[in-house]
């Protein structure tokens, strides 16, 4: 995965300097759209002369965001059949963690820019991923078991009948960034908070008691750090490219607990595994690639898309967070050596004046 993502930067960077010198400052109309625009010329009085500021332009984009997510945690067993074929225990697996990520999700983004003849300026954005999940079930007759011996621990997690293993989280992202015209490249610097969300729950039923428990796992990442990054463009008629390559570190202040709960009397559940809330700092990566186009519908709209890769490396995942021995709770850790690659694209408008 790793591999694959610098691989594409460095295709993109050899596609960019080429064209570096035809850079148009980010989200602005092509030159001759811009001398219709109304930008602030303002002057200043200085020793008797008169001293024209650069004019300054504004960018609105309001876009629909769409992607998905490869997790790195290892491919761990978490729902087997009892016995094989030949009667012996453990049985096959029927659910791992690779069945269930957090697949596609959407969400809104909003950027806000200001940037001056030269090419310098101000950017945010904000974006976000809501409501992505994945479900994995199966099915038996009183031989479907949680992996481990957590599955010997607790009736309902022992021989059930059905389990159900879902997937859910979200992200939420903004930067505010500061860009420099050098030689036809926009040189960015910025500050970063992303949070990143990941819960895994299983659920057995035991049909025949009309009793369930339930294995919960939730995780939450919360980086915040600086980033560099390059961003160059150009116009080609009415239409505009765009790429941006970011990178940064960050830190992660990242939480999880999780907990073992019998439901055998709703009304009064009991706990196999009580929860047990984790917290630990450590270092992560961030980096971007953005690959956008825009169309030029009149003198300040404009239609754009983009194809995005975001790659995090330093994070906790609760499939990393998964443990199946009957351990105390002492003995739950939290690990933040996973890594996740996210990829989409996103659509929208954009308005300059």
Known sequence: MKGQLWIAASVCVALVAPFGAAFVAPFV????????????????EWDGATERRVARSRYLAAET???GFRQA???????????DENNQYPGPTLISTDDVVLGFQAGPQITFGVVDDIGDGWETRYFSLLGGGQ?????GVGNVTLAGDLGLADVNLLDADQMTVDAAGDLHSIEVSRGWN?????????????????????????QETDTFSVYDLKTANNLFGGQLGVRSGGDLGRLSWQIDLKAGM?????????????YADPAAPSFTREWCPRSRGGAAFLGELELALSYAL????RARASYRMLWMEGVGLSGDQLTFEN??????GLSTAGGVLMYGASIGLERSW
Do not use: C, K
């Open 29 to 44: 109309a092509a030159s001759e759209l811009r001398e219709t625009q109304d930008t602030e010329a303002l002057s200043t």
């Open 65 to 67: 965001v769409l992607m």
């Open 73 to 83: 945690a290892s491919d761990q067993p978490m729902v087997i059949r009892t016995l």
């Open 135 to 139: 479900r994995a079930i199966a099915t």
């Open 182 to 206: 050098w030689g036809g490249f926009t040189m960015l610097a910025a500050f970063r908070y992303l949070r990143l969300y990941d819960r895994l729950t299983i659920t057995s039923d035991a």
């Open 250 to 262: 960050y830190g992660n202040a990242a939480t999880h607990n999780q907990a073992v709960i019998n």
């Open 298 to 301: 009149s003198d300040r709209w």
């Open 327 to 332: 351990v105390p709770t002492a003995d739950i």
